[in-house]
């Protein structure tokens, strides 16, 4: 394997009961807190699956070159991957039993959605030299035609007798006046491309536009309003993220805290308040006692 010809296996790994190093004692990238240059990614950070063991392994890599080069160390946000929500949910809660990556535990579902993934994460690839030139390119002009159709459908109406018989066919109530193709696509079970199947008005303007373009339009005017609260939540919550805390910070001076938290705080070592409040037992009160600290 290109890059490993030097690595050696001291024993194989799979389909054995196997001990693991708590997570806890890792950064965001992997690498352990106490050897520096040594990342784990897998089963020993007490995980399962294929999927999980292959993104870990992922980052890990990407890290180690990295840190190999004097490179920053790239950190998946939770609002940008579920990579970065099984990560954070290691270092900062740790696992009694195998981890296995639900959608459940994100909390920003509606940002992380397969049909984006290339929206979301091509630019970073790109940066770091894993993403060809044509694949960027690619995005860059799929991000342009689905902002183009947002615009065309957000300005282009149909009229009531235009719609009529489609409406009917999905059990809709009839258009009492001409509306916008963007306000009639929130309508439940409304399809921009059966919807222009009968409208030929709207089939000609949308006929030159691709299949992936036509996708992700469609869904991004569907859920506008959800999408748009969720980013405002990811926006309060960075706000937490940009608040650092000193490594080696003595949380013991601080009185008013919990012992729980200073504890835990003590032995997972958060860098930043949103790390803080992330961890398992630890009150909202305990956060706010650091941020009072950290603002001085």
Same mark, same amino acid.
């Given at each position: 394997v290109p890059g490993f010809e030097n690595c050696k296996m001291f024993r194989p790994g799979y389909a054995i009961e196997y001990d693991f190093f708590p997570p806890t004692q890792l950064t965001h990238s992997l690498e352990t807190k106490r050897v520096k240059n040594l990342f784990f990614a897998g089963q020993i950070n007490g995980t399962t699956g294929y999927e999980e063991a292959a993104c870990q392994g992922l980052m890990a890599g990407i890290n180690a070159h990295q840190a190999s080069i004097s490179q920053d160390p790239l950190i998946l946000k939770r609002s940008e991957a579920y990579i970065g929500v099984l990560i954070d949910d290691l270092i900062n809660k740790g696992t009694d039993e195998p981890y296995r990556m639900f959608t459940s535990r994100a909390e920003f579902r509606t940002l992380l959605r397969q049909d984006n993934a290339d929206l979301r994460l091509t630019e970073i690839s790109y940066k770091l030299g894993l993403a060809s030139q044509e694949r960027m390119n690619n995005v860059i002009e799929k991000r342009s035609r689905v902002e183009e159709l947002k615009g065309l459908l957000s300005t282009t109406s149909v009229e009531p007798g235009e719609s009529e018989g489609y409406l009917k #066919? @999905?059990? #809709?109530?009839?258009?009492?006046?001409?509306? %916008? /193709? +963007?306000?009639?696509?929130?309508?439940?079970?409304?399809?921009?491309?059966?919807?222009? =199947?009968?409208?030929?008005?709207?089939?000609?303007?949308? %006929?030159?536009?691709?299949? /992936? /373009? @036509?996708?992700? +339009?469609?869904? =991004?005017?569907?859920?506008?309003?959800? @999408?748009?609260?969720?980013?405002?939540? /990811?926006?309060?919550?960075? =706000?937490?993220?940009?608040?650092? @805390?000193?490594?080696?910070?003595?949380?013991? %001076?601080l009185s008013s805290l919990s012992n729980e938290a200073k504890q835990k705080f003590t032995r997972i070592q958060p860098r930043t308040l949103g790390q803080a409040s992330r961890i398992s037992g630890v009150n909202p009160s305990d956060v706010q006692i650091l941020m009072l600290y950290m603002g001085r």
């Open positions: #066919s @999905i059990g #809709s109530a009839p258009l009492a006046e001409k509306q %916008k /193709v +963007a306000q009639l696509l929130l309508r439940p079970g409304t399809d921009l491309k059966q919807l222009a =199947q009968a409208v030929q008005s709207l089939k000609e303007k949308i %006929k030159d536009f691709d299949e /992936v /373009v @036509i996708e992700q +339009a469609e869904i =991004q005017l569907k859920y506008q309003t959800y @999408i748009h609260k969720e980013q405002e939540l /990811v926006q309060k919550m960075s =706000q937490l993220e940009s608040l650092g @805390i000193p490594e080696n910070f003595n949380y013991e %001076k």
